[in-house]
């Protein structure tokens, strides 16, 4: 089965970062195939041969299957000779070379997802740094493939019906990057006045996918202006970057405007907010 492009590219990145963070000669992984329950290894880094390249792991199975079945990181000092595991992969891992080997698995919304390795070609302990620098790894794929996901869930939300007109989908994304980018802008103009002919502005465009705000849902002006650059695909430290506040601050304002829309996701909240005629 093939892999995603995009995600196999935030494994590629994670790798990277982890082989430069802790100083590992090696590095591999890969995502959880569509459709099978196995990992199939599609990114090395360092390695010196392709004795891993495509190595399909099984739940349960060797060291990195056994971090996707417990959902936790798993370690060996000495991968060959370990209890720890079973030996299913013994061959693949010899030929590269590898002795001491950590596994953290790459899990969103409680579903294994893919797995990350790190490796020594020596039988010595990894160490607690090197362990967590691999799991904050795993975080950051995580976090990647999390926002994906609600991409892909805010699409399907807001475009139930097969797209007929691709120019006038392209001028509605751009009244939608107007919109954020207004919302933006607006709490950095000093004259009171402009500033609500502004934001009146912006409630102009907003009420084109909705019958206006839903009575009893109300939500702040920062809250929207949240919405609006999460609309936009941005993460929370993109977003306080853009509306000069920090992340922290961001991110409450996206768990307050979600508990009042009733949405679990960010994803939900954007479409929620849509209908309610708050975002475009």
């Not at 000669?25 to 360092?46: D, N, Y």
């Not at 199975?61 to 996707?68: F, P, T, W, Y």
């Not at 970057?241 to 409450?252: F, N, P, W």
Request: charged share 25%; aromatic share 2%.
């Amino acid at each position: 089965m093939a892999v995603d492009p995009s995600g196999a590219a935030e494994v590629r990145s994670a790798l990277i970062r982890l082989r430069r963070t802790t100083g590992l000669p090696v590095a591999f992984g890969g995502l959880v195939e569509s459709g099978r329950r196995q990992v199939r290894i599609s990114e090395l880094s360092g390695t010196a041969t392709a004795a891993l390249s495509a190595l399909a792991v099984t739940s349960g199975n060797g060291l990195g299957g056994k971090a996707v079945a417990l959902t936790r990181p798993c370690a060996v000092t000495d991968y060959s000779s370990s209890r720890q595991i079973s030996h299913e992969y013994d061959a693949p891992v010899a030929a590269e070379g590898l002795r001491s080997v950590v596994a953290v698995p790459v899990v969103v919304r409680r579903r294994v997802r893919g797995v990350l390795y790190g490796a020594l070609r020596a039988a010595q302990p990894l160490g607690d740094r090197t362990l967590s620098v691999a799991v904050e790894a795993a975080r950051d794929v995580e976090q990647a493939l999390l926002l994906r996901d609600e991409a892909r869930e805010l699409l399907a939300a807001a475009r139930p019906e097969p797209v007929r007109d691709p120019a006038a989908t392209a001028a509605w994304e751009q009244v939608r990057e107007a919109h954020a980018a207004l919302r933006a802008l607006a709490p950095r103009i000093a004259d009171p006045a402009l500033r609500d002919e502004l934001l009146r502005a912006c409630g102009l465009l907003a009420v084109g996918t909705g019958s206006g705000p839903v009575p009893g849902v109300r939500l702040a002006p920062r809250e929207v202006d949240v919405l609006a650059c999460v609309a936009e695909g941005a993460t929370n430290t993109v977003a306080a970057e853009r509306l000069g506040v920090g992340a922290e601050t961001v991110k409450g304002y996206l768990r307050s405007a979600m508990r009042k829309l009733g949405a679990r996701t960010r994803g939900e909240a954007v479409v929620a907010a849509r209908r309610a005629g708050w975002l475009p």
